[in-house]
């Protein structure tokens, strides 16, 4: 009975570690996308070029299905290539100039991957907004079959204008002095005038007000380390007026002690 029972515990940790392996595999050979050239953020009309790879474009998927792709930036070039074992298949590539392209992929053209390069130039930012900050769809890319429609990546960063990005560093820079300080009432109501300011497209007097905010609060931290300053002070006096007092009497009593022993 012992015998069977050990029997059956190999066998079922085999099997587990069998549909574990075949989970994985079919995990790891499913359709994924990775891109290179993604920017953090970009200044608008600087030229952003990004390059999305599309892995085993037919594993877990439909034998045929549209790749659909869209972008914010502007003077735009798509070039999608299509490869077996890295090298591009007869006539597997397009090129689209237009902001939205589609284009039908089939498994019997016999490719592995799907480069997609696009290139164009970053945006112009619409409507300011310094929380959550500006920002703009650099690519989304969509799997289509039948009305079933599956987003496989999408993009997007912040943009800004030199005028913008100095509003912006100088409204931290207050934030990181009031932080400082704990709070501070004239220099938040600042601060804030200075993301109003920020969100009009005022950048000179965003930029103003945040200065005069940060200035603010670091007066009032400099006075709160004078006052504590003073205070420690105040404090280190009495203690050692106390421990005077304390000694003077400790002396006071002994003096007297050795007089009367006289």
Same mark, same amino acid.
């Given at each position: 009975?012992?015998?069977?029972?050990?029997?059956?515990?190999?066998?079922?940790?085999?099997?587990?570690?069998?549909?574990?392996?075949?989970?994985?595999?079919?995990?790891?050979?499913?359709?994924?996308?990775?891109?290179?050239?993604?920017?953090?953020?970009?200044?608008?009309?600087?030229?952003?070029?990004?390059?999305?790879?599309?892995?085993?474009?037919?594993?877990?998927?439909?034998?045929?299905?549209?790749?659909?792709? $869209?972008?914010?930036?502007?003077?735009?070039?798509?070039?999608?290539?299509?490869?077996?074992? @890295?090298?591009?298949?007869?006539?597997?590539? !397009?090129?689209?100039?237009?902001?939205?392209? /589609? +284009?039908?992929?089939?498994?019997?053209?016999?490719?592995?991957?799907?480069?997609?390069?696009?290139?164009?130039?970053?945006?112009?930012?619409?409507?300011?907004?310094?929380?959550?900050? !500006?920002?703009?769809?650099?690519?989304?890319?969509?799997?289509? /079959?039948?009305?079933?429609?599956?987003?496989?990546?999408?993009?997007?960063?912040?943009?800004?204008?030199?005028?913008?990005?100095?509003?912006?560093? *100088?409204?931290?820079?207050?934030?990181?002095?009031?932080?400082?300080?704990?709070?501070?009432?004239?220099?938040?109501?600042?601060?804030?005038?200075?993301?109003?300011?920020? !969100?009009?497209?005022?950048? @000179?007097?965003?930029?103003?007000? *945040?200065?005069?905010? $940060?200035?603010?609060?670091?007066?009032? +931290?400099?006075?709160?380390?004078?006052?504590?300053?003073?205070?420690?002070?105040?404090?280190?006096?009495?203690?050692?007026?106390?421990?005077?007092?304390?000694?003077?009497?400790?002396?006071?009593?002994?003096? @007297?002690?050795?007089?009367?022993?006289?």
């Amino acid at each position: 009975m012992k015998m069977n029972s050990t029997r059956y515990s190999r066998g079922t940790v085999v099997l587990l570690c069998v549909v574990g392996l075949l989970a994985f595999a079919g995990t790891a050979s499913a359709l994924s996308v990775s891109a290179e050239g993604v920017p953090s953020e970009s200044a608008v009309g600087d030229e952003v070029t990004v390059t999305y790879t599309i892995d085993e474009p037919f594993t877990d998927v439909p034998n045929q299905w549209t790749l659909q792709g $869209q972008t914010e930036l502007e003077n735009v070039s798509w070039t999608v290539t299509v490869l077996r074992a @890295g090298s591009a298949i007869n006539q597997g590539q !397009e090129t689209y100039g237009t902001q939205n392209f /589609s +284009q039908e992929l089939d498994i019997d053209n016999n490719g592995d991957e799907v480069r997609v390069e696009l290139t164009g130039t970053v945006p112009a930012i619409e409507t300011y907004s310094y929380q959550p900050e !500006e920002r703009y769809t650099v690519a989304t890319l969509t799997r289509v /079959s039948g009305s079933n429609e599956n987003q496989i990546r999408s993009d997007s960063t912040h943009h800004y204008t030199s005028d913008s990005r100095e509003a912006r560093t *100088a409204i931290q820079s207050a934030s990181q002095a009031i932080n400082a300080t704990g709070g501070n009432s004239e220099a938040d109501q600042l601060r804030n005038n200075a993301i109003s300011s920020y !969100e009009n497209g005022n950048f @000179g007097n965003a930029i103003d007000l *945040a200065g005069q905010a $940060q200035n603010t609060a670091e007066q009032a +931290q400099q006075s709160q380390q004078t006052t504590q300053t003073l205070l420690y002070a105040g404090v280190g006096v009495v203690i050692l007026l106390l421990l005077g007092g304390v000694g003077f009497f400790l002396y006071s009593r002994s003096g @007297g002690d050795d007089y009367s022993k006289l």
